[in-house]
């Protein structure tokens, strides 16, 4: 049966264990070994795994300690993500020959809108399945799975089913049938928060889900629960976004050393998100004017969110919240993570001739430390207190820039998220 029959045709191709992948295909005395992606060489944590090293039962959010005692072979690999988005620029540029209306989900997965391009390929669902596989092997040689339904949920979900090297089809009408038994915090975007309230209602499944009102999601979480009802469905009414919107904030975080006390380590941590959220603010011509600090201990998070008196894509403003926090808010709590994140990032007004002369001084300068690092390499010249910053890599860029991760059910009211990085 060909894809003329389907009303809408989403594939969603998820390259397998990318970044472990992608470092064994750069160094091929690699291959077939067990190998985890971590931060930096002194990264504790690892990112991703290949499935050499998942079949010792090494996953993602383990300590390299704990990995080495499942796997005494395990083989620690720094992160490399300019490699990593320059690999994923060529997947995706290549996705292109088959169908132009792609929405790049993150660094290693995209939705591909095949609707339009069905009747030129005039094939069946699994000539197409295979041609996606083909493709992005012959442009990375690494292996992908593909999920085929009729929305984006379920193609996401399909996509799934059958790892590593997999490709998985469910016809539009048998996607809520397939769905039914699944539990509804298996999809994508269904946090554990919405699995919780659904839960109170006596609904697990999907098939729970949609025996629901509508309106019980509707009322809680407005029309991202509404989706979420369509979506248990097999429904989704989701389009692919292939028009890349603004970004709803600019962060940047870091995980140290487990309980870190000392406070200058704490705060050149700190200061070293600041000049990054700032540099990329203005790589982009933005400013902000509301921002979150924060430090993450054992019993949660330390800071809060502040308003600066104007926009701006300085650091100066951003240390001196710094400074707040490490005095107001900090009180000698080991530290395992810190995060700071442009809660407002808005198009920058070319009002430079407005400012004071210190600030017209500050944006010559901010201009010119970019040009040099832009050239010679992130951070080639940087701020004193920066000289013993972490060695940690940065990650992949945010979605909106155009690869990165995106959140597939966007609501303050669904999910707390600071962004990226």
């Not at 509804?184 to 699995?195: D, P, S, Y």
């Not at 629901?212 to 979506?231: A, D, E, T």
Request: hydrophobic residues 40%; positive net charge; proline residues 6%.
């Amino acid at each position: 049966m060909t894809l003329k029959t389907w009303p809408r045709v989403i594939a969603l191709a998820d390259m397998n264990a990318f970044f472990a992948s992608v470092e064994q295909v750069h160094n091929p005395d690699l291959m077939g070994k067990p190998i985890g992606i971590t931060n930096g060489l002194t990264g504790t944590c690892i990112i991703t795994s290949s499935y050499e090293a998942r079949a010792f039962g090494v996953c993602t959010g383990m300590r390299v300690k704990e990995a080495k005692r499942l796997c005494p072979d395990f083989i620690q690999i720094p992160a490399n993500p300019v490699l990593y988005a320059k690999v994923s620029t060529r997947i995706m540029d290549s996705l292109q020959d088959i169908s132009p209306d792609i929405e790049i989900f993150s660094v290693d997965e995209a939705f591909i809108d095949l609707t339009r391009c069905k009747k030129v390929w005039n094939a069946t669902p699994e000539v197409i399945g295979m041609m996606i596989k083909r493709k992005v092997f012959s442009v990375s040689k690494v292996k992908c799975s593909v999920g085929i339904s009729g929305d984006k949920s379920t193609a996401k979900w399909a996509a799934k089913l059958m790892k590593p090297d997999g490709l998985t089809i469910i016809p539009p009408w048998e996607a809520a049938a397939k769905l039914r038994g699944v539990p509804v915090t298996e999809l994508c975007g269904v946090n554990k928060g919405i699995g919780a309230f659904l839960a109170k209602r006596g609904a697990f499944t999907c098939g729970d889900v949609a025996r629901l009102p509508i309106s019980v999601l509707g009322q809680r979480f407005g029309n991202p629960g509404k989706r979420i009802w369509y979506m248990c469905q097999g429904k989704d009414p989701d389009k692919v976004q292939n028009n890349i919107k603004p970004p709803k904030s600019i962060g940047h975080g870091k995980v140290m050393p487990p309980n870190t006390t000392a406070k200058d380590t704490i705060y050149m941590y700190l200061i070293h998100m600041a000049e990054k959220v700032a540099q990329r603010l203005r790589k982009h011509a933005l400013t902000a004017q509301r921002f979150y600090i924060g430090l993450k201990t054992r019993h949660g998070w330390l800071g809060n969110k502040f308003k600066i008196e104007f926009p701006s894509n300085d650091s100066k403003p951003l240390i001196d919240l710094c400074k707040i926090v490490m005095y107001q808010y900090w009180h000698g709590e080991g530290v395992h993570q810190v995060q700071l994140t442009a809660l407002d990032p808005r198009a920058e007004k070319g009002q430079v001739d407005l400012f004071e002369d210190d600030d017209i001084k500050n944006h010559q300068l901010n201009k010119a430390l970019d040009n040099i690092n832009e050239r010679y390499g992130e951070f080639t010249l940087a701020p004193a207190n920066l000289l013993n910053r972490s060695d940690m890599p940065n990650v992949i860029a945010p979605a909106w820039k155009p690869y990165g991760h995106r959140q597939t059910i966007q609501d303050a009211n669904l999910e707390k998220k600071e962004s990226d990085e």
